[in-house]
């Protein structure tokens, strides 16, 4: 797991932890490039000047900001709304403020918080590991103890402990009000109120009246907006399927980058299983897919798993950066993040990957059994209760999940063929990808083969406001054929829903580069192919929504001599 991808892991799941009851947060990542008077405004707002003149001594990576101010800095806002926001007295140690920045590891926050991820003090770290000066702050709108709005601002720099100036320092730094009582330890609270909104608008954290939820800046940030796309999608694509969950991504130059997991073709299968699991996709037990209701164990639900065999048993390109995911289980539980791709042994035949949803009832269990990065189901986690059979749960779960999938795959396995009969079927896969698009009845009677054949090459690009389908088809007449031949040419563009029933048609337009055609309505047009004349038809969409799953469905019908099907 590298770097970007830790940190969508752990942004989103401090959102969807504080996430309020009953509602599914939004989260956007937003990329600043701060140059000229906006870098000299933010620069001195958060006080980094003061690290310049010791850079040499905080145990920083080399290329950071503090050693040459750069012409332009990156820092990356994670903000998130639907939220509880840093609640708590923000002068206690028990506040999530200063539990967020202050608190270094630990598990607090998995002993308190039921359908939680992990601890603050990893959530901390993986914030301040984005930063190549370890330097965060964060601004939270939230509600205090009377139910009153509260604002409070913090930040925090993680340096290594280091001496300056004849002082020993432990490399901590807080911008924050530096509290001093008689006989009490000096204490560095957070701003509040106007203070924290002032400040907030200075360093360019301003949120509207009213939102309630957190915003954190991550300075001098070298992670690729790309890349943490890639980490949501790789992590989170069940709550974004399953619950609609909200995540913008925007880079730097205020491009929009839409997450797609169903693009993905490493992730589409599991989403398959996923809709196995959750009953939105009919079951064919031995055949491609499967749905398991396991038993109670000790009195508790267990959990759904959802098999789906994969149509092919290619080996992955070693060359690619596609993961092999064959024989693979993505373990989620309540919060709705892959908290593991859980594999055991080698991959069988057919290949199978899956979805396991663990119940609410063994939930707490297994947060329990997870180490603070929360990317495992350990039966021997100190956290587990032994007196409750809680390690043998965890155990279960992954015995049962790979029982499972060694039971489906043995029915989902062909029966073996000759070889004979194994050429035969070879023969007739390689027609369907590479032959003719179709069948017809030849003029004149009796059955053939269409002498048209159709190839498309359409992909999905970016859009100002969404996305849209581009690309090229191919028409081709055999050489041999006798004869013009007229032909119907239909392309169809669609939204379509979980069950693949096509809903909302989408506009196209198509180029035929030259070819005498007749627009016979919005999606078909006539022409006539002489033997050998091939035809390139440019075909784009209207840009359509992000979120929207199409079916691209493009069809070549010859005619009859009366010009009729």
């Not at 003061?50 to 990156?74: D, I, M, Q």
């Not at 006989?183 to 957070?190: F, L, M």
């Not at 130059?253 to 299983?273: C, K, M, N, S, V």
Request: negative net charge; proline residues 6%.
């Amino acid at each position: 797991m590298d770097a970007a991808e830790r940190l969508a892991r752990e942004a989103l799941q401090n959102s969807v932890d504080a996430a309020r009851e009953g509602e599914t947060p939004q989260v956007a990542l937003r990329m600043h490039a701060y140059s000229g008077a906006d870098l000299d405004r933010f620069w001195h707002g958060a006080g980094l000047d003061a690290f310049a003149a010791r850079v040499g001594v905080l145990g920083l990576h080399s290329g950071n900001a503090f050693e040459t101010k750069p012409e332009t800095l990156r820092v990356l806002h994670v903000v998130d709304s639907g939220t509880t926001g840093l609640a708590g007295d923000p002068t206690s140690p028990s506040s999530k403020m200063r539990k967020l920045l202050m608190e270094i590891g630990g598990s607090q926050k998995v002993a308190e918080d039921k359908n939680s991820g992990g601890s603050y003090g990893f959530g901390k770290a993986v914030y301040s590991a984005s930063s190549r000066v370890a330097v965060i702050f964060a601004y939270s709108r939230t509600h205090d103890a009377s139910g009153q709005p509260l604002s409070v601002l913090m930040g925090c720099a993680y340096h290594r402990e280091h001496e300056f100036d004849g002082q020993t320092t432990s490399g901590r730094a807080f911008f924050g009000r530096r509290i001093e009582e008689h006989g009490i330890p000096i204490r560095h609270d957070p701003f509040v109120g106007d203070e924290a909104d002032e400040l907030a608008a200075e360093l360019n954290m301003s949120r509207e009246e009213g939102d309630i939820g957190t915003t954190i800046a991550i300075v001098d940030c070298p992670l690729k907006m790309g890349d943490i796309k890639r980490g949501v999608e790789r992590s989170w694509w069940p709550k974004i399927r399953r619950e609609n969950f909200r995540v913008n991504i925007t880079d730097e130059d205020g491009q929009r980058l839409h997450l797609r997991p169903l693009l993905d073709p490493e992730l589409r299968p599991f989403i398959d299983a996923l809709d196995v699991a959750l009953g939105r996709s009919p079951e064919q037990s031995g055949k491609s897919r499967r749905k398991a209701d396991f038993n109670k164990l000790d009195g508790k639900k267990i959990g759904q798993l959802g098999l789906f065999a994969l149509a092919d048993d290619q080996e992955v390109d070693e060359m690619s950066d596609q993961v092999d995911r064959r024989d693979t289980i993505a373990l989620v539980r309540s919060p709705g993040m892959v908290v593991q791709y859980y594999r055991r042994g080698f991959p069988s035949h057919p290949p199978v990957v899956g979805v396991f949803l663990a119940d609410d009832d063994i939930d707490d269990i297994l947060r329990r059994s997870e180490p603070p990065e929360h990317d495992q189901w350990d039966s021997n986690a100190d956290r587990l209760d032994p007196s409750s059979k809680e390690s043998e749960i965890v155990q279960s779960v992954h015995a049962r999940i790979w029982r499972e999938l060694r039971t489906f795959q043995k029915f989902a396995r062909p029966p073996e063929k000759s070889d004979g009969n194994r050429f035969l079927q070879l023969e007739r896969e390689l027609a369907k990808l590479f032959g003719p698009t179709g069948k017809r009845e030849p003029i004149g009677g009796g059955k053939g083969e269409t002498p048209v054949s159709l190839r498309p090459d359409v992909l999905i690009e970016q859009a100002a406001d969404g996305l849209k389908v581009k690309g090229q088809v191919t028409i081709q007449l055999k050489e041999d054929h006798e004869g013009d031949l007229p032909v119907i040419v239909t392309m169809r563009l669609s939204s379509i829903d979980e069950g693949h029933r096509h809903l909302d048609p989408i506009a196209l337009t198509a180029s035929f580069n030259g070819a005498d055609v007749e627009k016979v309505d919005e999606a078909e047009w006539r022409l006539r192919l002489s033997p050998g004349e091939k035809v390139d038809v440019e075909v784009e969409s209207a840009v359509y929504e992000p979120d929207w799953t199409v079916d691209f469905v493009p069809r070549v019908k010859p005619l009859g001599v009366e010009g009729k099907a």
